[in-house]
């Protein structure tokens, strides 16, 4: 059983980023299709598909990289709250990440989202990861 599910998400996806995978196929939860919606909607990613057919189901993310370079949209994902010691934000403390160029993923009472999405729903929550 795997004690952090949004760590191991975030590792398989940093992982196929490191071995320059065009595609990385993850086990499906919730929380892992919402934070894969941002990601798409953000741009750090190409595209995705929800494969419900197993009783799990899967996720297959089509990383994006620089046609001319091939350095990858993201190059950096770091896991900011642990089931261990959870980190929370109020609206007013929403952290920014490379002074607004990365993204903060918060789980909130609406929904996962950025928080700039969280300072104009004017809500916190839960600081899941960075990415940039």
Sequence with gaps: MNTDPIAD?????????????????IPASNIKKEITKVLYHKGYIQSYRFDDSSVQGTIKIALKYNPTTKQPAITKLQRVSTPGL???????????VLSGLGIAILSTSKGVMTEKEAKNENVGGEVLCYVY
């Design 9 to 25: 998400y975030l590792t398989r996806l940093r992982n196929a980023i490191k071995a320059n995978h065009r595609v990385v196929e």
């Design 86 to 96: 959870r980190t929370y934000a109020h609206v007013e403390n929403l952290p920014r």
